[in-house]
């Protein structure tokens, strides 16, 4: 009789196993043309959106555990449907223990590009800009401030930016955890419409206003917003790194 008790514990065990892997993903058909990287792409992009993907999900042997095959999977398949060329990846979840719970889920964070397509002339008969060779475009990192949710904070703030025209496109990250994307227009030394979108760790959105300095050497802004806590507002000054 123990014998065959342990037979059935070692049968249910096997199950469990097998229940606790999130089931492989299909690619779509076009989702395989979709590139994906760390970096902003380099050239004439526009962003179409944040795209979020998750594979797995629950906790302990209650979950199905994901992976990043099937993470990247749903990434791109979301991706085709935006439209989109490019990813660019801005966090990587793996399953993780939450409390007293093992989180099953694999997560990927990322914001999709799509190419601005347009004739030799451009959309207004104009010689297109050059990308990549002047402008705002590189990595600036400097020191940010303000206050979120009546408490004051300081913290290192770095930008990674890509100029298409007068178009700027990039992300953000901070020492405090924190970071997403950036849009914005530049006109005539100043970026207007400038537009920050948090996507860790937790949804928020900004407005605000830049100051070009130094020929680009140099950004400074501020702006208002909030996030999932509440209110915060904030100013920096960034430096273009080397």
């Known amino acids: ?13 096997s199950i469990v196993a097998v229940g606790c892997t999130a089931a492989e993903v299909l690619v779509a058909t076009d989702a395989s043309r979709i590139q994906t990287g760390t970096e902003p792409p380099v050239g004439a992009y526009e962003q179409v959106g944040v795209v979020t993907a998750t594979h797995g999900g629950g906790c302990g042997l209650y979950g199905r555990r994901g992976n990043y095959e099937g993470a990247d999977a749903l990434l ?13 990846i801005l966090r990587l979840t793996e399953p993780r223990l939450e409390g007293i719970c093992m989180s099953q889920a694999f997560v990927i964070d990322g914001m999709a590009y799509r190419i601005i397509r347009q ?19 590189g990595t600036y990192t400097g020191d940010i401030a303000g206050n979120a ?21 990039g992300t953000w990250n901070t020492t405090g955890g924190t970071s997403g994307t950036v849009i914005g227009v530049l006109e005539r030394g100043r970026v207007t419409d400038f537009r920050a979108r948090q996507v860790n760790p937790c949804a928020g959105e900004f407005v605000g206003a830049l100051v070009v300095d130094g020929n680009g050497a140099v950004l400074r802004g501020q702006y208002a917003g909030s996030d999932c806590g509440g209110a915060v507002t904030a100013s920096f000054e960034a430096v273009r790194q080397p």
């Open 1 to 13: 009789m123990r014998d065959v008790a342990n037979v059935i514990a070692l049968v249910v065990l």
């Open 76 to 88: 791109r398949n979301k991706a085709t449907k935006l439209g989109a060329d490019y990813v660019q």
């Open 119 to 137: 004739g030799p002339g451009g959309p207004s008969g104009q010689p297109t800009p050059s990308v990549g060779t002047s402008g705002l475009d």
């Open 149 to 169: 949710r009546g408490q004051r904070f300081a913290m290192r703030v770095t930008f990674t930016i890509v100029q298409s025209g007068d178009q700027l496109a």
